[in-house]
């Protein structure tokens, strides 16, 4: 029989009797060899892997010593099946990390040009990364267009227009998931909720804000980005000669301010996005959960 779920009951799971804690966590993967070791299941071709292939791999002679840092990974970042060794969540994760090079690169690069014109004053726009965040804004007046985490594995062998096509894809996707309910970090139930401020880095004073409840992760959005991939708002754009495949989210003003947003109702919580395109305009009008409840076109 299933009880309604409670608050409680949900912080229960977090209870972890096998889990360990964070500094035991991180004091046995602080190691050459075992980071070898996770490494080397990383690259095999074939998983599981046969803990001859992976002590070869790994280059340790000594089987006996080879085997004792295997069997401290063994449990929490490793599984032993009967074939060898495969990765468990939490190891994939780490070597992840070492590639994504949040643990060995502090990359800086200079502001660069991207696509589009500012919404506030019409200037020129330009991506700049510091604390492994990108962000998009004007070069006038320094109105935000949207600012994201972005790994500096990110940066690796791409030019400067294929960072910026990279941080498109990836602010688009991870929206995206956010507002289907799963945080882009830890999977954990998303909630989003219509706020009426103006203290994000966006700068709109309607917008979307999406918080994680299990590791408060947050993004936030103008409500127009939700509708990137909605097929009445693509074929509307298709129709009129744009590709919302190719043009970056940020050069969609809809998508970055919310002077195309406007509340209709608050009980229930009703939005409509308009989207001017070529004499015509569709409007899109989204519940609170920002699902698309009516579409139309409206001709000037
Ligand atoms: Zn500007
Ligand atoms: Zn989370």
Redesign the pocket.
Known sequence: MSKPETAGERESVLECTDCLDPAEAFALIANDVRLSILEALWAADESPVSFSTLRREVGMRDSAQFNYHLQKLTGHFVTQQAEGYAFKHAGEKVVRSVIAGSFNEHPSIEPFPVAGQCVACGSSLAASYEDERLAIMCVDCGHGHGEYAFPPGGLTDRTRGEIADAFDQRVRHLHCLAADGV?P??S?RMETHIVEDDDCCLGVSLRVDHE?R??A?TLCSAAGLRLLDHSEVVSFHRERGVSLDERPYWTLPWCVSDEFTRLVSRDPLELEVRMPLAGDELRVTMNGDLDVLETHTVDD
């Open positions: 945080c970090e830890c954990g994680c299990q590791c992760h």
